[in-house]
């Protein structure tokens, strides 16, 4: 049987907003997943977003971007949901689709009965009767689009929980919940409320892509992967997950590292002895002679900035530091906001607890002073003054932090005697380069003195470390 026209671009679409996001598919698993497409069909959705899932990705991290964009490209459905009641004129469909009351009561009961189908079909409804805006909110097809934050705030789902949990308990023997704990159910019915939720989101994007293109929508509106959101954008969430990935990219990295430091061990070209030795050969430099390196490894300073948004990117580059403290001879840390104080203790103990690292440094460091606004200047001065002699001939020196000095003095002087005894200074800026010097960013006096690099997420601090490092 042939595919139904249009389901190769589907997939080739799906392909390229999946490569959008940084998922690496060749052409090897574009044609896998050709095969598992024309395999499975188009009958069970399940099986086929199963399929190709385990034909494109390489591991489940990747889900979080495969799932969405799947949606987009191969929905549920297309259009507007059809209400199907038997025994209902069209009227009292139209009106009941708009009765929040009774959506919400049919809700509760497929959360009580984790009715997945029904949920599915309630979402659908509910974004069309709540979720649409623009020219004319009462009309679907005139909308200018669909909105999941407008539908989930009027159906309020998350309020159905207590109702939901009694109806539950009522069934008693006849449920298999009954056996859980309070806790635990609780926990099942909030998973449930989660999924509807997620649903709704789902049909709200999938009649956005119907107005907007699924391609604009696929590289606009899905959440990217973890090591490619913005440090400064970053939730809660997402800076935990990037915590659980320190150690697994610090072992990709130390590879990286343990590579160049062997190729460098093989030394460069002694120029002088090469061409002394020609001398026997007619001036033709038949033996190369290596000048040998010496194995020695190089030290490590950080001065990271602590202060607001900035802190989740010090805290993440922290750890990674810490994760890789094998690779150099010597690792020193030092935090700031508007004073200085090192920190190497507290990041060494924090390995072991990554999330408690940066309220153990407000806690324990010395960080702020008569205020509590970052000031680069009076932070670079007072390292010049007190820790200088932590920085030698074999130091490599990065500074974390968006270069914002809230307009006081950037006290470029202390970089300079900084940079001036260090074997290379490096300044990792979490702020893309477009808004460097804007306000009250002193981020282009500073890279005049030292090397400073866009750094906004972990795929760029990889990038920069392996590129970057000493060895």
Partial sequence: MSAPAGVPERLTGLVQALRGHGIRIGTGETVDAARALE???????????????????????????????????????VGAPVLDRDGESDDERAGRRGDRDDLRDRLAAALAANDQALM???????????????????????????????TLDRLRPQTLLARVRASVRAQGAQSS????????LDDELRQRIEEFRRQ???????????????????????????????????????LAELRRTVHPLAR??????????RRASRGTIDLRRTLRGSLSTGGVPMRPVLRRRRPVRPELVLLCDVSGSVAGFSDFTMLLVQALHDQFSKVRVFAFVNRIDEVTGLVVRGAADAEGLAGRILEHATLTGWHGSSDYGVALGEFAERYVDAVGPRSSVF????????????????????????????????????????GDSAALDYAEVVEMHECRNVQQLSGLVARLLPV
């Fill in 399 to 438: 500074v974390l932090g968006d270069a914002r000095t809230n307009m006081s003095d950037p006290n470029l002087p202390a970089l300079r005697r900084i940079g001036e005894r260090a074997r290379r200074v490096y300044w990792l800026n979490p702020e893309g380069t477009s808004q460097w010097g804007t």
């Fill in 177 to 184: 919940a009954a056996a859980f704990t309070d806790r635990l």
């Fill in 252 to 261: 990709k990295l130390a590879t990286r590292l343990a590579a160049r430091r």
């Fill in 120 to 150: 599915g079909q309630l979402a659908a409804e509910a974004v069309d009767a709540f979720g649409a805006y623009g020219s004319s909110p009462g009309s679907s097809s005139g909308s200018d689009g669909w909105s999941s934050y407008q």
């Fill in 39 to 77: 395999a499975l069909g188009l009958t069970d959705r399940a099986y086929l977003r199963e399929g190709l899932a385990s034909a494109l990705l390489h591991g489940t991290a990747q889900r979080a971007v495969f799932d969405p964009v799947f949606d987009l490209y191969f929905p549920r459905s």
């Fill in 200 to 238: 709704v989101r789902t049909e709200a994007r999938r009649r956005v892509a119907e107005r907007r293109g699924r391609d604009e929508i696929a590289r606009r509106a899905v959440v990217p992967t973890a090591d490619r959101v913005d440090f400064l954008l970053a939730g809660r969430t997402q």
